[in-house]
């Protein structure tokens, strides 16, 4: 069994920082691409960010004030939030993929920006 512990979230100030955590554990076998996605009330889930062991990618709109990053050894994804603004409000995502497509992802935690 396959399980995705997500944590960081919380209420922020327009302008503040934030630092979301997942970390995977069971039997996900080998790690191919990690990445956070949000959704907004009345929005479709959308990507935010995704690693892997070679690049990185963000979506344009978070791009300059987000950081996701990794931790291998210990099966953990991060999501550094920056210069947070309302319109990032949202439950964010994690979601794991293994090496040969097998995808899963964690219950969301919410990140609420007041302004």
């Known amino acids: 069994q396959v399980q995705l512990v997500e944590s960081g979230g919380g209420l922020v100030q327009a302008g503040g920082s934030l630092r979301l955590s997942c970390a995977a554990s069971?039997?996900?076998?080998?790690?191919?691409?990690m990445g956070w996605y949000r959704q907004a009330p009345g929005k479709q889930r959308e990507l935010v960010a995704v690693i892997t062991s070679a690049n990185t990618n963000y979506a344009d709109s978070v791009k300059g004030r987000f950081t996701i990053s990794r931790d291998n050894a210990k099966n953990t994804v991060y999501l550094q939030m920056n210069s947070l603004k309302p319109e990032d409000t949202a439950v964010y995502y994690c979601k794991v993929v293994n090496v040969v497509g097998r995808d899963y992802w964690g219950q969301g935690t919410q990140v609420t920006v007041s302004s």
């Open positions: 069971g039997s996900i076998f080998r790690i191919n691409t």
